[in-house]
C-alpha cells in the first residue's frame, strides 16, 4: 500500500509541474541612446571618398611644395576660421603686416597654425574661399582619411614625375626619400606656388568618370597663359615663425610637427578648442569639421566679376578639369 501512495504522489506532483507555467525572466527595460548616440543617428557619418574622388580633389594641390601642402590640407579642416582669415585680412592695417609683426598679430587669434600660417599667401586663402564647397570635402575627407590622402598625393606625384612634368627648377627642388617624391622651395626664402592645369600635368588620366578638379588662379596670382606644363606663382616672402613647423611624415602618412613651436603660434586653450590632438609629435584632427552656413559665406572674388572658366562651380564639388592650351607647335 505505501508503495501505491508514493506512485500516486509522485505521478501528481509531475502533473503539477507540467501543467505550471514556467519562470520568466525579468526583462530589462531598453537603454534610452546616449547623447552622442541620438545625434549620430541624426547626422551619420558620411561614407569615405573613393581613391578616384580623393585623386580629383588634391589634383589642383598634390604638386605643391610639402609644407604648403600640409599647411592647405589642415587649414582645409577649419573653412570657418579660413572665412574669418579672410575677413580679418580685409582690414588694410592687417594686410600689410609683414614678418614678425604678423606673426605677432596673430598669435592672440584663436585659429589653428595651419590656418594663420596661410595668412602670409592671402592669394592661397582667396582661392579656397572662391571653391569653399572644394575646400569643405577636401577637409572632411583630411580629417577623416589621412592616411589615404597622402598615399594618393604620392599616386599624384609619381603620374607626374611619369608625365615629364615635375622636376627640379629654379623655384621648386624636387627630391626622392625612399619611395616617396618630397618637393620644396628652390629659395629658402621664397616660395614660388605651382600653378597646372591638372588635366595635363598627369598624363592621361585614369579614370574619366572623376576628372580632376582644376582651381583658377586668383587675380595676381600669376601672369600668362596655363599650357601643358607648370608654371609658378608671383615670389611669396616666407615668414620664418609660421614657415617650417610642419610637414607630411610620409612614410607613416601622417602630419610631423614640431609642437614647442606650434604651441608658439597659438595657445594650448585654443589647440583644446580645436580638436587638435599632438602625440608624439604628429598632427591629428579631432572632432567635426564645421561647415559654413550658406548666408555666412563670402563672395568669390573673380576679376570682371564672373568665375573664370572651368572654375568650380557652386554645388559641384567635383568639377571637370578642361585641357589646357598648348604651346605652338605641340600636337592636340
Known sequence: ???????????ALMALLVAAPLPTQAQTPPQAPTQ???????????????????????????LYPDQL?????????????????????QDSHNASLKGDDLANALQPLPWDPSVKSLVAFPQIIAMMINHLDWTQALGQAFATQEVQVFARVQYLRQRARDAGTLQSNSQIAVTDQDSDIIIAPADPDMLYVPVYNPADVYGEWPDSD???????????????VIGAGIGFSIGLGIVAPLWGWGHPDWHHH???????????????????????????????????????????????????????????QPGAVFHPAAPGPRPAGEAQ
Open 1 to 11: 500500500m505505501k508503495h501505491l501512495y508514493e506512485s500516486v504522489f509522485s505521478g
Open 36 to 62: 552622442a548616440e541620438a545625434q549620430a543617428a541624426l547626422n551619420p557619418a558620411p561614407a569615405p571618398f573613393t581613391d578616384a574622388q580623393l585623386d580629383q580633389m588634391l589634383a589642383p594641390i598634390a
Open 69 to 89: 601642402l600640409t599647411q592647405v590640407l589642415m587649414a582645409s579642416t577649419f573653412p570657418d576660421q579660413l572665412v574669418d582669415a579672410q575677413k580679418w585680412l
Open 210 to 224: 572623376y576628372p580632376p578638379v582644376f582651381l583658377p588662379p586668383p587675380p595676381g596670382f600669376y601672369s600668362g
Open 254 to 312: 601622417a602630419v610631423a610637427i614640431d609642437p614647442s613651436r606650434y604651441q608658439h603660434i597659438t595657445t594650448e586653450t585654443y589647440i583644446q578648442q580645436n580638436h587638435i590632438n599632438i602625440e608624439d609629435g604628429a598632427w591629428h584632427r579631432g572632432g567635426p569639421v564645421a561647415f559654413v552656413p550658406e548666408a555666412q559665406r563670402p563672395h568669390p572674388t573673380y576679376q570682371g566679376g564672373e568665375p573664370p572658366k572651368g572654375a568650380v
